[in-house]
């Protein structure tokens, strides 16, 4: 994480990544693998070199993807950090947020992950995606919204 904190801004709450994420290549990393073995055994050594590299790469392009994602609520922004090689930062001020909604897909409802959906002015949607008990997530944001408007 690389944000940098302003002068009396302190981090208030920090999503973490679910590993409900790894699911589906994790799967398929295992039968690519289970394919290597198969191949190593009929002596085609190049078809199991291949079937390591086609079966690892989704799984570690995800790796990737989520040690290089950071998601950061401070008392004054958002802070939103995604990319391996192309970074995109972003900083939502709160008193900007309007709303949040969380959206769970198949997987993560079996898991208990879930996206927030960041929602501000007239912008498209900041997604929060793979995000470890996103409901709590999502209220300990509003909240914090809530009283910082209040105050």
Same mark, same amino acid.
């Given at each position: 994480?690389?944000?940098?904190?302003? !002068?009396?801004?302190?981090?208030?709450? !920090?999503?973490? &990544?679910?590993?409900?994420?790894?699911? %589906? @290549?994790?799967?398929?990393?295992?039968?690519?693998?289970?394919?290597?073995?198969?191949?190593?055994?009929?002596?085609?050594? +190049?078809?199991?070199?291949?079937?390591?590299? #086609?079966? $690892?790469?989704? #799984?570690?392009? %995800?790796?990737? *993807?989520?040690?290089?994602? $950071?998601?950061?609520?401070?008392?004054?922004?958002?802070?939103? /950090? /995604?990319?391996? #090689?192309?970074? $995109?930062?972003?900083?939502? @001020?709160?008193?900007?947020?309007? =709303?949040? /909604?969380?959206?769970? +897909?198949?997987?993560?409802?079996?898991? +208990?992950? +879930?996206? %927030?959906? %960041?929602?501000?002015? =007239?912008?498209? @949607?900041? *997604? &929060?995606?793979?995000?470890? /008990? $996103? !409901?709590?997530?999502?209220?300990?944001?509003? *909240? #914090?919204?809530?009283? *910082?408007?209040?105050?």
């Amino acid at each position: 994480m690389a944000i940098r904190l302003r !002068e009396s801004e302190q981090i208030q709450a !920090e999503a973490q &990544l679910h590993w409900a994420n790894y699911v %589906v @290549p994790g799967i398929w990393a295992v039968f690519t693998f289970l394919a290597m073995i198969g191949a190593a055994f009929s002596k085609m050594a +190049g078809a199991a070199l291949f079937d390591f590299l #086609l079966g $690892s790469m989704p #799984l570690l392009y %995800v790796f990737l *993807k989520n040690s290089n994602k $950071s998601y950061v609520i401070t008392n004054e922004r958002l802070y939103v /950090e /995604e990319g391996i #090689l192309a970074k $995109s930062k972003r900083d939502i @001020p709160l008193d900007k947020i309007n =709303n949040f /909604e969380t959206a769970q +897909g198949l997987i993560q409802r079996i898991f +208990g992950a +879930g996206d %927030v959906l %960041v929602l501000t002015g =007239n912008d498209r @949607p900041t *997604k &929060l995606t793979n995000v470890a /008990e $996103s !409901e709590a997530f999502r209220e300990a944001a509003s *909240k #914090l919204i809530s009283t *910082k408007r209040a105050s």
